[in-house]
């Protein structure tokens, strides 16, 4: 029986078919894998998801996690899964050999991934963020704090957050207050509050570590004056061992319409409830040099905006998927025309649930290609010896990273609201996990930075500033796809190309339109407007590039993907069209807006 988790198939064909992941081993970062290995990951990943993960993801939902003014409680079912999880090795997967890692590809643990995050998405948060949390401490921290911390996260005896956001300072991080004083043994003394904090507090393993941003005392305002600290829940000695408490302790948490499994805190720092050392102020280590925290800070930020994407589209893949075996198995109605006293027949044979159906494939298939392939670009950066070619996949690594983060969550959404309507009624009830998974991914555009902030960062940051290089490495590529197509003599594929690349120039056109307003604030405005854009773009070039690989195949899954791409072509990338019309007619509608006349 086919899992309605994840589609094992696909994964394969993303993986091997399409994005040729054993090419990989041929290199030497990855020499030491091979497809075998990568099999035998992803039924494991297949196996403990379901086993583990899967069975409490009702139950975690509608026991959210519990604060009695001291502890967090969580349903018992989620620790043991994590600890499944860890026993299995995937929280040192894809972390260096020098972490004590095995140093798996991107790509193929963030196919891993996916059969979490669909299974259960509040468990696998505290997974996601130990692993970014870790990913940074290796790249960022001394040696020393990389041994004390780092182990102990890979085997899941600690737990990590990322802990940026403070009640006055959401996404607006250059207006941070939490200060961090210098102590004589070379460690700080921090004090702040924080909110938004997800995992942030609850009773699993021995210790969480946070990785905090903070300023000195003598920092600079804005953005350039913010450091990070390592702040651990209890103190660890030199030679490992947990110690005392340190002075974090919780404010309360957050009751969320979704996402509920994971909790998610405001905590404090230095309010004196603990005095670790005989004094009130939570003990925290420098994590890189001081005011450089932003910086460091993006390498986890970017690995979980990836991880937000995926997650989004895990989401969205699962509903697809169980919204498709209710439509098979659904009697109901009888074809237009037919006698009423004829069978009825199965949900699945009206073509307006068709049009739901096919809808949801484009959009999760689209999203899980465009992970993956962002995940293969990391890769890239990792394992090829040409700094040309790495110099290229790090520009179109950096454009389509925004992409990669808000086009899922707002088209996973989208296949959410699909697959409750495909189930009618019975969709809106809690007897079927297809209204979860909408409140669910419903957080989704708002982790790691809003629609809004991607929008900004792609277009004023990775586009603008960069003078458009990046966007020349992207459009290069949809071209080159285009071609492949067009010469594949096929009249679907010599249309596909035709439609792909004149929506790629005219994407360039726009640019250069925006880029010659003049001032920031007209040039990002619309930021919005030209990510969605973007967003529908990509995906296209990357339903294409599933088309090439299916062209010829003759099987119901490669079927699949040639009508998912015809959908697409047909009925999604069109809407590109009035977006850039918009973004080139420079409307100045919310700019010119009087805030009264809201």
Known sequence: MMSQIMSRRDLEF????????????????????????????????????TDHF??????????????????????PEVEPALRAFADAGFLAAPLSHEAGGLQLPSSVFGACMAWFQAANVGTSGYALLTLANANLLTVHASPELV?????PMTTGRFFGTMALSEPDAGSNLADITTRAEPQADGTYRLFGRKMWISAGDHEMGENIVHL?????????????????????K??????????????????GINHKM??????????????????????PGAVGHLVGTENRGLPAMFTMMNEARIGVGLVATALGYTGYLKSLAYARERLQGRPVGASPDSPQVPLVEHPDVRRMLLAQKSYAEGALALNLYCSRLVDDIASLDDPTAVAEAEKLLGILTPVAKSWPSQWCLAANDLAIQVLGGAGYTRDHDVEQHYRDNRLNPIH?????????????RKVLMDAGAGLAVLVGRMHATARRAEATGDPAGVAYAEQLSAYADRLV?????????????????DATAYLEATGHLVVAWLWLEQWLVAAGKDSTFHDGKRAATRYFFARELPKTGPLLDLLAAGDRTTLDLDPDVL
């Open 509 to 525: 056109e726009v640019t250069g339109a925006i880029g010659g307003l003049g001032d920031q604030r007209s040039m990002l405005a």
């Open 212 to 232: 905090v941003l903070a300023r000195t005392p003598d920092a600079p305002l804005g953005t350039r004056g913010i450091s990070l600290f390592l702040v651990p």
């Open 234 to 251: 209890y103190l660890v000695a030199e030679d490992g061992s947990v110690g005392e408490r340190n002075d974090v302790v919780l404010a």
């Open 448 to 460: 790691e930075g809003t629609h809004g902030i991607q929008g900004m960062d792609l277009l004023g």
């Open 147 to 151: 041994e004390r911390f780092v182990e």
């Open 258 to 279: 979704g996402f509920r499994g994971t909790v998610n805190t405001a905590p404090v720092f230095g309010d004196g409830a603990f005095t670790p050392g005989g004094r």
């Open 54 to 75: 899967a069975p409490h993801n009702r139950a975690a939902d509608l026991a959210e996690p519990r604060f009695d003014g001291t502890l967090v409680e969580l349903i």
């Open 14 to 49: 993303l993986l091997f078919e399409w994005l040729d992941t054993e090419a990989l081993f041929e290199r030497k970062h990855f020499a030491e894998h091979s497809r075998d290995v990568v099999e035998d990951l992803l039924r494991l990943a297949e196996r403990v998801a």
